[in-house]
């Protein structure tokens, strides 16, 4: 049997390895390479995705799982190897459905309207990338149809990024949020917002980006296992265990914009980073879920990045850093700035309070898109109207508005939005798990220390890889399923604080 693992451990190798050059030639892609190159970039990235599908569909791998099925029947769901056979099998099982033609045509594709959507967001011209995005709808659709068991067309997308997770799940847990948020950002916008003007002033880049490195290396990102570079969206990518890189935007007049897309793929970095090392090579070898993922950029970001107590210690630096700038700017001023609250257009920019109306927006326009009920050609108009409806705020052009985000672009559509907000109800609730397990974490972090939670962290999610699903990893941490009240209670309680 040990032959056998040692087979499958082998050819899983092989593909990872085609997975870490396909993630090397889209780092480069989204940081030096030349526009010039993206019709030949597509192609390499359509060869290499094709071999790794050919790879992973091999009916030598599918007889070989069969022929492990015993001894992963046999094991304790905590064996490593048992939870390898039943992921790698899991993963087989859905990639058999897909042809390798279909993977080819559509790596292909999305190099080409990734390279369209920089040129579209440049020009602040959504007719450029339409029709690629209309392309893109179609593969998404025809991907689902590999999938006729589901219940909804965008239940195979949310599949492969938070599995087990359906679309009616999240439309009933997305109304449940919506119905304690709305009410929350209507208290707190009926007050005269909290002034941001300090992080408004010139801030050169190359200043903030050198704060950002410095602060990064404070929550345990390790240079010698990555690297951070500018991109026009911030991003995290994995090569290896040891080669995890992130990248950041910067505005001169915006010091927000680096310093917390800094902090929350950080927040992704040191989730990867922390995975067990004996998972390197296999698919236990990444994060479980999006979901999970962003529980831990977000987690880093805000209730940490946006906490009073942590720039009770940083904020000093940051002074030092920018003397002209914040030198007579007291920490409650800067603490109150960076938790300011307003209807704005930018979901990476977004308060905590109405970030999760952002995301519910664009998981809606994903299922009309995908149900037929909306025309790629009407999208930037149905964008419009929900951020009027929903955000009381007018995109004045489409750069701010369908074009802001990479998703759509570079990928398929559903599923690439969902995991934020569910990212938002998990960092709450496994930090107050860490917190009731080690009390003296808020005081720890208020003295510059965060590595009781960076451990705690690590221990109960970080080094379990995708060795457990996203379920499993929460009722394993925090004792409970998911819920929304550690987040509802959270909110409430940061911001009537605020507006007091």
Request: charged share 30%.
């Amino acid at each position: 049997m040990e032959k056998k693992m040692e087979e499958l451990r082998a050819r899983l190798r092989e593909i990872q390895d085609l997975h870490s050059a396909v993630s090397i030639l889209s780092w480069d892609q989204n940081t030096y390479m030349p526009p010039a190159g993206a019709e030949a970039r597509g192609q390499q990235m359509a060869t290499l995705g094709r071999l790794a599908h050919e790879k992973l569909t091999d009916p030598a791998l599918g007889r070989l799982l069969e022929e492990l099925r015993e001894a992963e029947q046999s094991a304790s769901p905590d064996d490593d190897d048992a939870a390898l056979i039943r992921l790698t099998r899991r993963e087989y099982e859905k990639a058999v459905r897909v042809p390798a033609d279909f993977v080819s045509r559509f790596y292909a594709h999305s190099a080409k309207t990734h390279q369209a959507w920089v040129e579209a967001r440049e020009s602040d011209d959504f007719s450029k990338v339409a029709p690629y995005l209309e392309k893109t709808l179609e593969f998404s659709r025809e991907y689902s149809s590999f999938f006729p068991e589901a219940k909804h067309v965008a239940d195979p997308h949310i599949d492969r990024s938070d599995y087990g997770m359906k679309t009616e799940t999240i439309r009933r847990l997305f109304g449940q949020l919506r119905d304690r948020l709305v009410p929350l950002v209507e208290e707190v916008t009926s007050r005269p917002a909290l002034s941001n003007a300090c992080l408004l002033q010139s801030f050169p880049v190359d200043k903030q980006l050198e704060f950002c490195r410095f602060l990064i290396k404070e929550l345990g990102y390790d240079f010698n296992r990555g690297r951070l570079d500018l991109s026009p969206h911030p991003f995290m990518i994995k090569f290896a265990h040891n080669d995890v890189r992130i990248t950041t935007r910067a505005k001169e007049h915006d010091l927000s914009e680096a310093l917390f897309s800094t902090i929350h793929e950080t927040g992704h970095a040191l989730y990867e980073l922390g995975i067990d090392p004996a998972y390197e090579g296999t698919p236990l070898s990444d994060g479980t879920s999006s979901g999970v993922h962003e529980s831990q950029s977000r987690l880093w970001e805000n209730v940490v990045g946006r906490s009073r107590a942590f720039w009770t210690h940083y904020y000093p630096k940051l002074q030092e850093t920018f003397p002209s700038q914040l030198g007579n700017v007291t920490l409650d001023e800067f603490y109150r700035a960076i938790n300011r609250v307003e209807r704005s257009l930018i979901r990476t920019d977004a308060d905590e309070l109405t970030y999760n109306l952002h995301v519910i927006i664009r998981f809606d326009l994903e299922l009309e898109l995908l149900e037929g009920k909306l025309s790629v050609r009407d999208l930037p108009e149905a964008w419009r109207e929900r951020y009027r409806s929903d955000l009381g705020t007018l995109p004045p052009d489409d750069k701010n508005g369908v074009l802001q985000d990479i998703h759509w672009y570079a990928d398929y559509i559903g599923g690439m939005f969902q995991g934020y907000t569910l990212g938002n109800i998990m960092s709450v609730q496994f930090f107050d798990a860490a917190v009731k397990d080690h009390p003296d974490i808020p005081e720890r972090i208020r003295q510059g220390d965060v590595s009781l939670l960076h451990e705690w962290l690590k221990d109960r999610v970080y080094r379990h890889g995708s060795k457990y699903t996203a379920e499993e990893i929460i009722r394993r941490a925090t004792g409970s399923d998911l819920t929304i009240e550690p987040y509802i209670n959270y909110l409430t309680s940061k911001y009537r604080e605020l507006i007091s």
